[in-house]
T-cell receptor, first 112, second 112 residues
């Protein structure tokens, strides 16, 4: 049971480049979320999904897009990377709204 | 929006000492969670609390859901070196898809 798998683990981009952070879970969880973690600010919600085909914005959605075509996958896209998006990104999933989330190991992204 | 104020931000203790940290908010929550994050990894759930006044233990860890539903604390007894890490409180917001909000984290350092 792999749980929540994030790829890549590390990435360096130039300003203006685009990329997709991958997230996959094998627990058949309906609820998935993307967070970014910055020093001294805890984790902030970027986007979330309550099931395939349904996504919504979190606390800091600007500059990011998501889609949920399958239950297993929830990719996060940066269309035009900016230095302010340098952060550690965590994907999480949970089986139901009132259950705790399971986190992946994170993607460390640097934008130069 | 809802905010969690977690304190202290950092702790430096001797091995064997007890640890106490807490989270407060001006908002009411229905679920409180405590996570631990080791370097280079995602947060891992330690304790989940679902009822006001609930006191739950997990080994040397004890957490309580405040009776006002606006706060929670986590205690660690007889700390050991592997307790080092960042501890996050989190609470579920029961609005729509029930989003998770996080405290800023408490960084625990233990001197052997």
């Amino acid at each position: 049971n792999a749980g929540v798998t994030q790829t890549p683990k590390f990435q360096v981009l130039k300003t203006g480049q685009s990329m997709t952070l991958q997230c996959a879970q094998d627990m058949n969880h309906e609820y998935m979320s993307w967070y970014r973690q910055d020093p001294g600010m805890g984790l902030r919600l970027i986007h979330y999904s309550v099931g395939a085909g349904i996504t919504d914005q979190g606390e800091v959605p600007n500059g990011y897009n998501v889609s949920r075509s399958t239950t297993e996958d929830f990719p996060l896209r940066l269309l035009s990377a900016a230095p302010s998006q340098t952060s550690v990104y965590f994907c999480a999933s949970r089986v139901s709204p009132n259950q705790p989330q399971h986190f992946g190991d994170g993607t460390r992204l640097s934008i130069l | 929006g809802q905010q969690l104020n977690q304190s202290p931000q950092s702790m430096f203790i001797q091995e064997g000492e007890d640890v106490s940290m807490n989270c407060t908010s001006s908002s009411i929550f229905n679920t409180w969670l405590w996570y631990k994050q080791d370097p280079g990894e995602g947060p891992v759930l330690l304790i989940a609390l679902y009822k006001a006044g609930e006191l739950t233990s997990n080994g040397r860890l004890t957490a309580q859901f405040g009776i006002t539903r606006k706060d929670s604390f986590l205690n660690i007894s007889a700390s050991i070196p592997s307790d080092v890490g960042i501890y996050f409180c989190a609470a579920l917001v029961f609005q729509g898809a029930q989003k998770l909000v996080f405290g800023q984290g408490t960084r625990l350092t233990i001197n052997p």
